[in-house]
Structure formats: C-alpha cells, structure tokens
C-alpha cells in the first residue's frame, strides 16, 4: 500500500482560476491533470505539496481543433487516448499519434493527458522508487540527497526525459501556449528544455500548459515513432525516436527532423542526422544510403547512461536498429516501430 | 475531511474521507467495496481497474476528489447492472470467465473484467489483437493469459446470441 501525503485539493474553473490557486497559498502546490505521474510521486515522497490543483474542470484545456490557418490546437487536457485515436490528427502527424499509442497502457493512456506528457519529470532508477528504497540508498541529488548514483562525483543529475509524445512534438516543431501569473506566452517547445535533470524544464511549475499547438503540415509530410520497451505495454521507453520528413512534388526530402529521447534531461534533436537526409528520395538508392548514415551517425550521438533500467549497452546497440527502421516506416507510410 | 458524493454503481454515495485519499482507498476503506484490488498501488498492474463513464480507469492513480461527476463502475455492480436489464444468472462477462477457467488466484479478475466489459461495449464483435490490446493494461501472474482472452471471445459470441 502506497499513500499519498496530505495535501488540499482545489477544483478551478478556468486557467486564470488555476494560476491564482497556484500562487494563493505559502507552501507548495502542483497541477494535477490525469495524476498519472503526480500521484506515483507523490506517493514516492518524491513532490510532497500542501496543495494540488486539479485541472479536470477546466474547459478550455480541452479538445483537439483545426484552425484556420490549417494549425492544429490540441487542449492540455486532451488524453492520450484522444490524440491516439483522433483520425486526422494520425494522417496529418503520424508520428505523435503513434507515440501517444504506445504510452504505457490503455488505462493509462484514458488518464494521462498530453499536457502532463509534456510536463512529465524526469526519470531514473535511483530515483522512481520509494521513500523507503530510496533512503536505504543514502538518497540522491535530485531528492533529498547530494551524490548522483550514476555518474560518480557527477555535479549535475542526468535523469533522463521519459516522455514519449516530446520528441515527436519536437519533430513537428510545436508551440506551447502557456499561462502565468503575467498572462498568456507561446514558446516552441524546442526552447522548453534545458540540460537539468532535476528540472527540464525553462518554465517555472507554477506556469500553466493550456494548449498545443502544430503547424499546418507540409503538402507531403510523412512520420513516425519507435520505441523501445521490455514488453509491449506499459513499459516507459527504453529508447525513443521520432521522425518527420517532408517530400516536395517530386518525392525528394526537401526538409526532416529526428528527435530521440529516454537519453537524458531533455529530448535529443539530431539536426545534423536530419541534413543527410535532405535532397534524397524514398525508394532510390541515395535514400537507402543516407538511412545507413544517420543510423551510424544516430548511434554517435545517442549515449544512453544506467540512469533509466534496462542494459544501457543494449540500449546503445538498439539507437541504429529502431533508427532505421522508424526512418524505413516514416518514408512507407508505416509504424510505429516496436516489438510487438 | 471532506464530503465525496460519488455515483457508484448506479447508487448516489455520500462518504466523508480525507481530501487526499485516492478513489480506490475511499472504495475499498470507506464504502467497503473490496472488489477493487490494491495491487501495486502506481498504476504497474491493473487490479484496481474500474470504469468512470465506461472508461478503463486505475482507481489508484485517481483522487476520490476528481471523480465526483463521473459515473463509476466497480466489478461488484455487474451482477445488479445485468439484473436490472432483466438478465438471469451472472454478468454474461463474469459468466464466460467462470466458463472459461479464466481464473486462478482471482486477483486480477476485476479489473481484468472490467477492461473486457469496456471493450465489449465499443466493440462487440474483437480480433484476438485487439483484446489483447485492450486488456494490456492488465497483468496476470498466474493464467498465462490464455484462457482469459478466450474467456473475452466467448462473452462476446454470448453476447451475440
Ligand atoms: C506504469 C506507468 C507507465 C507509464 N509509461 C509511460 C510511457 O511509456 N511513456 C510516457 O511518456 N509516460 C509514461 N507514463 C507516465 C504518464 O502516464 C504519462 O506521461 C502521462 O502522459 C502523464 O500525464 P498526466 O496527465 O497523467 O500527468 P500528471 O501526472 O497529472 O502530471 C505530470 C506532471 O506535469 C504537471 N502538469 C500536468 N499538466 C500540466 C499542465 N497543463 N501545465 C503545467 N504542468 C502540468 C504536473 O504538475 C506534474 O508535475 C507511465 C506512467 C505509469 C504509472
Ligand atoms: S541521475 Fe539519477 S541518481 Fe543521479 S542525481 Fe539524477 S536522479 Fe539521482
Ligand atoms: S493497484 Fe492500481 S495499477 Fe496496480
Ligand atoms: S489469476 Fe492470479 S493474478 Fe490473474
């Protein structure tokens, strides 16, 4: 049995409602969207708050809608099930909606919002346990102590951002529309992160997500995500990476992204992996060779660390395969790429 | 303390519970609905599974404070549910599991039935991928899962009949 610790619960209306409840009260407090996150460390001791505020009533932070201007608006509220299963938004951003398939499971994906996806902290083994497991440990820097188990005299924590829809929604080029005590800012999520393992994130925990939104795909944008896990559900990655590539009217690469994640404190965008692909085409020779690179290249720059479980040199070997074959199922039309 | 009023299995219950309790604590500790399992208590396993709305939802991972407006389904309101309708015997879901030998140490089965009913009721007619999928959320350490998803295929030939 695990139990929370006590906090008050408050239940806003609307964002400026929310924010105000964040800030009225001396102790800390935390948003609360589908708890998926939350209440596991909470009842880890990991964030022990006086107060939670609850979003679940707030409507505007719902629903998925397409602009004007083609722009998707996806509401941080929206579950993960919602995106997963929403059908224009799997043809226009594959890979988003593939990720959001493969977040941990059903039930999971029911609760668990994109938002909180976004804002998810960040993990680790030494970390995502219990109080008592973690005290036996003599604790570590990102709670309650000073050294860092995996990297030894290390002076920063290099937990590893878990989240499987950020790397996608780095690919996409998204922009966050958050709310604070000021008002209303937008930022691409690409300035979100910073290399913090205790906290990712260049926004305070006190500022609100209420939307996300993407930009109008291009005519021919193609994507995809591979994760690697243990077993084919409810596992968090033990490798991410997701795909987008852009093919102008004659079917050549005019423009890509990769992004990797489950590596450290922020998603991994592999800019110069993406260049090679440019100017190739899908189905010829120059694409099939270019794949071969930016899997070697991928492989370079993807160091997975004992931060997260699983075997970190089979992680490593794992970058080129599940980097490969999401580029082979982006360019087919295909995905997601995972075991199962 | 506060005062939760919450729709469980089609009743109105007015309970009062501490503010922080999860759904599960103020079902199982406080109305007495041990159905429920508390299994690893962070959403690993499934065995707190109940619906809110008809949705998979892990009772373990809610607060009792934000489910107020939804409806919830716990494995003990089946039964009743399906009398109501003016069904005979168990829960035809229930039914197929007994059937089926779909049980072991049982531990599992009502959040395991729970995700089949769910199931079931969006899609009545599941490819063994799908209801493998959609009870993925839900470990069993004892069947080995087979006779389980043949329980799903049987409940939802019954429910055809
Ligand atoms: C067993 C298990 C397996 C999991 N597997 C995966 C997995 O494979 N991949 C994966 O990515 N995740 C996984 N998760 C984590 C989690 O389920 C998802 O990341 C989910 O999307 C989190 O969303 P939530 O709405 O539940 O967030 P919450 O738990 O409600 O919140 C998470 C954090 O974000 C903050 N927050 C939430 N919403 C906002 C907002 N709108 N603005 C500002 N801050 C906000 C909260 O304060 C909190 O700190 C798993 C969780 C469990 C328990
Ligand atoms: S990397 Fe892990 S062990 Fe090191 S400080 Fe961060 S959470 Fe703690
Ligand atoms: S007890 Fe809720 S998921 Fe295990
Ligand atoms: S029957 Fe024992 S856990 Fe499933």
Not at chain 1, 32 to 48: C, E, I, Q, S, Y
Not at chain 2, 141 to 153: K, N, P, S, W
Request: charged fraction near 20%; aromatic fraction near 6%.
């Amino acid at each position: 049995m695990l139990r929370l610790p006590k906090f008050e619960v408050k239940n806003p209306s609307t964002v400026e409602e929310a924010i105000a409840m964040m800030h009225a009260i001396d102790g800390e407090a935390r948003f609360l969207a589908g708890g998926t996150d939350l209440n596991p460390n909470m009842k880890h001791r990991l964030f022990t708050p006086e107060r939670v505020v609850a979003l679940g009533g707030i409507e505007e932070m719902f629903g998925i809608t397409q602009q004007e201007d083609g722009s998707m608006r996806i509401g941080a509220m929206a579950t993960l099930a919602n995106v997963a299963s929403h059908a224009e938004l799997g043809l226009a951003y594959p890979a988003l909606s593939q990720a959001a398939l493969l977040v941990s499971g059903p039930q999971l994906r029911n609760m668990g919002t994109l938002g909180g996806n976004v804002m998810l902290d960040t993990r680790c083994q030494w970390y995502n346990q219990t109080y008592f497991w973690r005290s036996a440990l003599g604790f570590c820097m990102k709670k309650d102590g000073t050294k860092c188990h995996v990297i030894e005299g290390g002076s920063k924590c290099v937990a590893a951002a878990s989240n499987d829809t950020a790397p996608a929604l780095m690919t996409l080029g998204a922009e966050l529309e958050f709310a604070n005590a000021t008002g209303r800012t937008r930022m691409p999520i690409a300035d979100l992160w910073q290399a913090d393992g205790i906290w990712n994130k260049k926004v305070a925990h006190t500022e609100l997500l209420v939307a996300i939104h993407l930009p109008k795909p291009s005519a021919d944008q193609r994507g995809a995500y591979g994760k690697l896990r243990d077993r084919g559900s409810i596992d968090f990655p033990l490798f991410g990476i997701a795909i987008r590539l852009d093919l102008d009217a004659q079917g050549t690469i005019f423009d890509a992204a990769l992004c990797a994640v489950a590596l450290q404190a922020r998603p991994w965008p592999l800019k110069k992996a993406a260049a090679l692909l440019c100017g190739t085409k899908p189905g010829e020779e120059s694409f099939t060779e270019a794949v071969e690179q930016v899997a070697a290249l991928a492989a370079k720059q993807c160091r997975p660390m004992p931060n997260i479980p699983g075997d970190h040199e089979y992680r490593h070997a794992m970058v080129s395969v599940y980097t490969k074959r999401a580029l082979l199922a982006a360019a087919n039309g295909d995905g997601p790429v995972h075991h199962v | 303390m506060r005062v939760f009023r919450l729709q469980v299995n089609g009743d109105t219950v007015e309970v009062a519970a501490p503010e922080h309790w999860t759904l599960l604590e103020v079902l199982r500790y406080k109305i007495g609905l041990t159905g429920s399992k508390q299994g690893c208590d962070k959403g690993d396993c499934g065995a707190c599974t109940v619906l809110l709305d008809g949705v998979p939802t892990l009772a373990c991972l809610s607060l009792a404070a934000t489910v107020e407006t939804s409806a919830i389904t716990t494995i003990e309101g089946l039964l009743p549910a399906h009398r109501a309708n003016g069904g005979e015997g168990a829960d035809p879901v229930q039914d197929a599991f007994d059937r089926c030998g779909a049980l072991q140490c049982g531990f599992c089965q009502p959040g395991m039935i729970l995700s089949a009913k769910a199931l079931l009721a969006k899609n009545p007619n599941p490819t063994s991928q799908e209801i493998k999928q959609s009870l993925s959320g839900n470990l069993c350490r004892c069947t080995g899962y087979t006779q389980i998803y043949e329980a799903v295929v049987l409940a939802a030939k019954g429910e055809q009949v």
